[in-house]
């Protein structure tokens, strides 16, 4: 069996950077390429000596000019098994990780030196998973964890090829395992508490054909309830690698990996009051049929019923019922790795992919009979209307399942050419496409017989049921939505890398320029300055001399008739970055690098018509970051330890706010604009310390301050006072810890924790949610020895071993107590809207069981 106190070594070489095996920790193959040549230069063989980076004997040292932390497999595997990869990198320095549910599958929220996560670029394989819409991070999506190799965390810096236009707080990488060269299968079973029980299993052919090709197929199931109310989540994951060693480093492989899930989402309307009396209520409503329906037209024109196949009806608002906050996804990759050497010193790397993604987060809406997107009669009021639910009349009001359907088809490139000038100079010149297109629809749907949507993916074509759809009577069905947007991305890069000085000084100087297409199509009408739509084949009332158009339903209100635009975005990204070693086990690292944001599709989707008649986007500028870190890294044979500092300037923040710029086309509108500033320092840290044979520690440590810049616009003469004040969701400090024991040969135990300081949730700092500390514990032993069968063991997980009681994701806000919010001597008071969160796991243990031969 494999030592765990080796085994904590292997991943604690998170620290720095450092990863065993000399393996980078890059998020393409063209990256990988220069930092294992990189790397080369502080490699050490000592024969005989213990310690952090000892494997089989051989040290490897690798040093990269930033802050980054990388974990690999060894430690993955003393997890939850099918726990999301966040989780798991929840104890580097910088990175705050807030999970949904104990065994990760209901997503979560990610913080990254105070950035939230659609501000966060996530990585597969060199291939960007943020939604191509509004930058989303999808946790519950990821890859089975047993098939991930190693997976890092930079800090506020990108590599110079990210295929990234998100990225202003750093990136997230995770690579997948290559097949094993020898034949086999690896199974692994477990059950724990809520229900849960999960198998996955993977094969490996081993070296097969002419040319040793090698392959894995793998597959895993995964279902439990929610810990907090009704409903479960259920996941089917596959995944498939074909990998060619082409020798002399060179190599080929194609991946393939498919995701299922069905999710109940939770009820997240837990309050600070709900926390200090311990009191969480569900909040779900049960939809069921009725004994009968009220025979009156007032009476029935008053109630909210809802439509079922047999024509029976059901009362009461439906849309905190657990059956409709669901949240389906089907995701899907292609993706491929090539990297040959033309020459002796001329390399080319590739990483084309294709995703695929169809994913909705439910929805509920009630409908008059007599809407005029359904009968085109104008008022309301007349017309023949459409009777919904089979009743005879056209009086009710009828609840149906409202869907906003994202269906995306997403093609990718990477490439690189890297020339070795000579042992010391090496330039890159990279090339990445990123073509996204994004289908969002809302195709409304009935209910079935069991009070449950017909299809969790409503009307739509191909997934969900067409013939469930909520038809007008002119053929039409409603659409909550209905819009086609292209993002594309195009980025040119260049890098030099140099070693000077005997190779006790590393340069990297590099750039890249990235080229950003958003082509926006709206197929329905957008309410003037609003991201409002009505989507509608009825009349138009009128139509008025700056273009826009009124309809009799909704009165004056104007609205923009459907269009299509092309908003283009670019910038130049310098990324510098010097490593300096002035003695063995010793360096000094200092990196500049500069971040983008492209405004989001919702935030370009709000058109307004000027009064001479045009038709303005709202085009604001993209986010930008300047990024400086200065670090120090040691490394010993029993101590490997990283501190560094950091300073970052985020500029043209975007929020929504009113526009009160009399001379501004938007006046009077709340529309997303850029509000100024964020100025944020800290210090991340980070020691791992070998004790004995048999235990090491593990501790990190981070401070972030932060500073907004500028007060929020509420009006033309209010405004929040936000200058001063921190991030939300940003804790002051963060703590992380694990000690690794290994109690006898056969039984290793772990014990880790995370403590997280307080957060405000409001934009002024006038609500705190209080800290927290998690604990986990983990302890495997090996059942080789007992059943003659190599690699098995079973292994005990403990998740919040404590059950502290603590609210995770925070619904942030402007303001959660009445405040004054007139800049002058007056006094004008805004409400405040107390916030809520997330209520996290409680204590939950699972037991595995694992089998490889």
């Known amino acids: 069996m494999m030592n765990r106190k080796r085994l904590f070594w292997a991943t604690t070489a998170l620290i720095g950077g450092v990863v065993a095996a000399g393996s980078a920790s890059a998020q393409s193959t063209g990256t990988e390429a220069v930092e294992n040549r990189a790397s080369t230069v502080a490699e050490v063989v000592v024969t005989g000596v213990r310690g952090p980076f000892t494997t089989d004997g051989t040290i490897v040292a690798e040093t990269v000019a930033k802050s980054r932390s990388t974990i690999t497999q060894e430690f993955i595997s003393t997890q939850t098994p099918g726990q999301t990869i966040l989780q798991t990198l929840n104890l580097v320095p910088g990175l705050n990780f807030t999970n949904s549910d104990p065994y990760g599958s209901s997503g979560g929220n990610v913080r990254l030196r105070g950035f939230d996560g659609n501000r966060v670029s996530l990585t597969f394989d060199g291939i960007p998973l943020n939604d191509t819409g509004n930058y989303a991070i999808y946790t519950n999506q990821q890859l089975d964890p047993e098939l991930i190799e190693r997976a890092s965390v930079n800090q506020g810096t990108t590599d110079v090829d990210s295929p990234t236009a998100s990225a202003t707080g750093g990136t997230i990488n995770y690579i997948t395992s290559r097949p094993r060269n020898e034949p086999g299968v690896q199974l692994v079973t477990g059950l724990g508490d809520h229900n849960y029980g999960r198998v996955f299993l993977r094969g490996d052919t081993g070296e097969i054909g002419p040319w040793g090709t090698t392959v894995f197929v793998a597959g895993s199931y995964t279902r439990y309830d929610k810990f907090k109310g009704p409903g479960e989540l259920e996941k089917r994951q596959f995944n498939a690698r074909v990998y060619q060693n082409l020798g002399d480093g060179d190599f080929a492989a194609v991946s393939f990996h498919w995701n299922r899930n069905r999710n109940n989402f939770y009820n997240n309307f837990n309050s600070l009051a709900n926390l200090n009396s311990g009191v969480f209520p569900e909040n779900d409503i049960a939809c069921v049929r009725p004994v009968g329906v009220a025979g009156t037209a007032q009476n029935e024109a008053t109630q909210s019923l809802r439509f079922l196949s047999d024509g029976t009806t059901a009362t009461g608002s439906c849309t905190n019922y657990h059956g409709l906050r669901i949240n389906p996804s089907d995701t899907g990759n292609i993706r491929g790795n090539f990297s040959y050497g033309i020459t002796d010193n001329l390399r080319l790397t590739l990483d084309p992919s294709f995703q695929y993604v169809m994913a909705n987060g439910g929805g509920f809406t009630t409908i008059s009979e007599r809407d005029d997107r359904l009968d085109q009669a104008g008022g309301n009021t007349g017309g023949l209307g459409v009777d919904l639910n089979g009743d005879g009349d056209v009086l009710d009001t009828v609840g149906i399942y409202t869907p906003s359907n994202t269906n995306t088809r997403r093609y990718g490139l990477t490439g690189s050419l890297i020339w070795d000038i000579n042992d010391d100079h090496r330039l890159r010149a990279a090339y990445t496409l990123d ?199 040691v490394r010993q044979s029993n101590l490997i330890a990283s501190l560094a500092g950091w300073y970052t300037e985020y500029q043209n923040r975007i929020v929504s706010s009113l526009d009160v710029d009399p001379n501004s086309e938007f006046f009077g509108f709340s529309i997303d604009r850029n509000v100024g500033a964020v100025k944020q320092w800290g210090v991340d840290g980070q020691i791992g310390w070998e004790a004995t044979d048999t235990l090491a520690f593990y501790v990190s440590a981070s401070y972030n301050n932060s500073e907004l810049q500028e007060n929020l616009a509420l009006s033309t003469t209010t405004e929040l006072p936000t200058r001063g004040k921190s991030l939300v969701e940003t804790p002051e400090w963060t703590f992380g810890g694990r000690i690794d024991w290994q109690a006898t040969p056969n039984l290793g135990l772990g014990l880790q924790a995370k403590y997280v300081d307080e957060r405000f949730s409001t934009d002024i700092n006038d609500e705190v949610f209080p800290s927290y500390t998690v604990a986990d514990f983990d302890a495997r032993y090996d059942l080789t020895d007992t059943f003659g069968v190599t690699g098995a063991y079973v292994q005990l997980n403990v998740t919040n071993i404590f059950d502290e009681t603590y609210l995770g994701n925070i619904s942030t806000g402007n303001n959660a107590t009445t405040i004054d919010v007139d800049p002058g001597p007056g006094v004008v008071n805004r409400n405040g809207v107390v916030r809520t969160g997330s209520l996290g796991s409680p204590r939950t243990a699972m037991i595995s069981l694992g089998l490889r031969f």
């Open 435 to 633: 073509y996204g297109r994004h289908r969002q629809t809302g195709e409304a749907a009935f209910f079935g017989r069991d009070s449950e949507p017909a299809s969790v993916f409503g009307g739509q074509d191909g997934w969900g049921k067409p013939e469930a759809r909520v038809f007008g009577r002119d053929g039409s069905f409603y659409r909550s939505r209905d819009r086609f947007s292209i993002a594309q991305l195009n980025q040119v890069a260049v890098e030099y890398v140099g070693n000077f000085m005997d190779d006790m000084v590393t340069l990297n100087v590099g750039a890249r320029a990235p080229f950003f297409e958003r082509e926006l199509n709206q197929y329905c009408f957008s309410q003037n300055g609003s991201s409002n739509v009505r989507c509608t084949t009825e009349a138009v009332a009128s139509t008025l001399a700056n273009g826009n158009v009124t309809f009799a339903s909704t009165g004056t209100t104007q609205w923009v008739r459907p269009y299509s635009t092309t908003l283009k975005f670019d910038d130049i990204l310098p990324n510098i970055g010097l490593v300096v070693r002035p003695f063995e086990g010793h360096s000094v690292y200092a990196s500049y690098a500069k971040g983008f944001s492209v405004p989001r599709t919702d935030q370009l989707y709000q058109p307004v018509r000027t009064p001479s008649g045009g038709l303005s986007f709202n085009q604001v500028e993209p986010e930008s970051t300047d990024s400086w870190d200065l670090g120090y890294r």
